[in-house]
RNA sequence: GCGCCAGUAGCUCAGUUGGAUAGAGCAUCGGCCUUCUAAGCCGGUGGUCGCAGGUUCGAGUCCUGCCUGGCGCGCCA
């Protein structure tokens, strides 16, 4: 109805110029929004505002020529009306609003979708915990969001890979596998100092067993060297094996795996130096190689290159996103835990230096989830070994509140997770409210099944008794839902489709318990029947949108 | 010290990218089942939008300075 509306000003602005009432040398972009207060009625714009310096006119009196040159030849509009400083406030007809619905009904299943990636595409990195322990609290939320992020872009138009990087070289790993070790030599009886920089959670001990089950004692007359390199690697294995089954436990599943390994044993990273060098952004001091990040907006210089002639993290992710690069994509977000954000400028360093497009590379931060159990804190950390892993949060609350739980607040404010609310709150949950709203749908239609009332059919005549106030509250806000989606994928931001299903459900609630939507009046009853279809249609996808289930009965 | 994020009702949070009289859920108080699922609906109570300036027709939203909280500032990963 905007795009409607915003004609409909465009060519009464034309007019006003043409007739000489509005001196303009151009018709400008004409905003159009959903007013607050809905008194002020559907839509209104502020264009006879912003055009108040431009044509040396006040306000009013522009609102005024504006509202004398709409010509509605197809009475879409039943008011309109200059209101405050100047205002246009306009009211469609109900007429407008039952074609707005036919329309929304024709286009069907995919109603929401748009062209706003054209296309393009996009690749989401996400998750990509460290293969050292199980996914937690933590992840769990960068888990739902990139994948709610994914399946908005897909929406939205873009054609989306998602991927997860795996480090699996470097320290950590050695961390890991001295740790296995040591859990693999106490298993055979052996006294031993637990590494201080170690793993002290149990599924530690769970790979050792494994290994000893496997291979025996044969890792106690190697050297320590070997028998912690191999531990790492294996233990990096099974843990990664481990997280994959989390994830799918989630519903959340990845086009790709990036190993960072592979890609230092590849040759790749060497060659992402290289081009740096090539490009004359590297240099020499103090023994090691850094990059000129500075000179692409980072705050210092980093180091590529250690002294020692090993490579810095760093230089993994300028391959990796170089690489990312070169496959092609049109544009990368990457989603890290809010305590990476030093990082974005340095990546955004590397890529500018790659000649990347600034604007093509977002990072989505997400926040720290604090985990609380009968209203007291629980403590989390891989160090301590006391951590609650995303399994426990889904084998407790199920995939989809905690996908919910998870959406619920943008991503880069903190998140409150209280498990026993979680789980106590049933009566009152949020999740069950939009679900509970789908299910009234489809027991209206099994209702309407079990009476024999056939299916109606999606015409003009069908929707003519349309009109009362619940009803248009209704088609209003589906009307919204295509500008949501754009909004919500333009901003990055998956948690505008969680409110919005919650303000579609409270507005279906409020039409449910007010009317009747099945009754002995066959033509009201089809009309009613194609509206809560849309609107079960709608719900279903914002659903389906943040990965959580629409059931048909609970 | 520098940087990023946040500060909105008792609590948890939204706020359509600068719009009109600042909203929702929880909590609390009071109503509503002869009706397609009451996991619901209707109404009441509740606010110095951290503080102070500035920008303009107009600021919770933008700019500056301060206050408070979280996080980050390694040749760690």
């Not at 990845?254 to 040759?267: C, I, N, V, W």
């Not at 349309?466 to 509250?473: R, V």
């Not at 994928?489 to 318990?513: S, W």
């Not at 033509?523 to 809560?532: D, I, M, W």
Request: proline share 3%; net charge negative.
């Amino acid at each position: 109805m905007k795009e409607l509306l915003r004609g409909l000003i465009s060519d009464a602005l034309a007019m006003a110029s043409e007739q000489g009432a509005l001196e303009l040398s151009e018709i400008p972009v004409v905003e159009v929004e959903v007013p607050r207060d809905s008194s002020h009625g559907d839509l209104s714009s502020n264009v006879a505002m912003t055009l108040a310096r431009v044509v040396g006119k006040p306000p009013r009196a522009i609102a005024k020529i504006i509202v004398d040159c709409i010509s509605d030849e197809g009475g879409d509009l039943a008011e309109k009306e200059i209101a405050g400083p100047g205002f246009l406030n306009f009211t469609f007809s109900n007429e407008a609003w039952r074609r707005r619905l036919l329309s929304i009904i024709e286009v069907g299943e995919t109603y929401g979708s748009s062209g706003l990636g054209k296309g393009r595409r996009v690749q989401i990195e996400f998750v990509s915990a460290n293969p050292t322990g199980p996914l937690h609290i933590g992840h769990g939320r960068g888990a739902a969001t990139g994948d709610a992020l994914a399946r908005l872009l897909e929406t939205a138009g873009y054609e989306v890979d998602r991927e997860y990087y795996v480090n699996d070289a470097g320290v950590q790993i050695t961390n890991l596998g001295r740790s296995v070790y040591a859990r693999y030599l106490e298993l055979h009886g052996r006294e031993v100092q637990f590494p201080p920089d170690g793993y002290p959670g149990d599924y530690v001990i769970d790979i050792a067993r494994r290994i000893v089950a496997e291979e025996g004692a044969a890792w106690l007359d190697r050297e320590e060297e070997e028998a912690v390199a191999h531990m790492g690697e294996t233990g990096g294995r099974a843990m990664l094996e481990r997280i994959k089954e989390d994830l799918a436990a989630f519903s959340i599943r990845f086009d790709g795996f990036t190993s960072e390994k592979a890609l230092r044993e590849s040759g790749a990273v060497a060659e992402a130096i290289a081009d740096l060098r090539s490009r004359g952004v590297m240099y020499e001091a103090d023994g090691a190689e850094w990059f000129r990040s500075t000179e692409f907006g980072d705050d210092k210089d980093r180091t590529v290159v250690k002294s020692d002639g090993e490579l810095t993290y760093f230089a993994s992710d300028i391959c990796y996103h170089r690489a990312k690069l070169a496959r092609g994509y049109d544009r990368i977000v990457d989603v890290w835990g809010a305590d990476h954000h030093g990082y974005i400028k340095r990546i955004k360093a590397c890529l500018a230096a790659l000649d990347c497009d600034p604007h093509a590379f977002s990072v989505v931060l997400v926040q720290i989830v604090s985990l609380t159990r009968d209203g007291r804190p629980v403590r989390m950390g891989k160090r301590s070994g006391e951590f609650v892993s995303l399994r426990e949060i889904i084998d407790e609350v199920g995939p989809d509140l905690a996908r919910f739980f998870f959406l619920m607040r943008k991503s880069d404010a903190q998140l409150e997770f209280d498990l026993e609310l979680a789980r106590r709150q049933t009566a009152e949950n949020p999740v069950f409210y939009i679900q509970y709203a789908h299910t009234r749908i489809a027991g209206i239609f099994r209702q309407a099944s079990e009476r024999g009332i056939p299916e109606p059919e999606i015409s003009a005549v069908c929707v003519s008794r349309l009109g009362n106030a619940d009803e248009l509250s209704l088609i209003r806000l589906l009307d919204e839902f295509p500008d949501l989606v754009e909004a919500s994928a333009r901003a990055l931001e998956p948690h505008r489709v969680v409110f919005y299903a919650q303000r579609l459900a409270g507005e279906f609630h409020r039409f449910y318990a007010r009317n009747k939507c099945v009754s002995d009046d066959r033509e009201l009853t089809a009309a009613r029947l194609l509206l809560v279809k849309a609107v079960k249609q709608v719900i279903g996808r914002a659903l389906s949108m943040v990965g959580v289930s629409a059931p048909e009965r609970m």
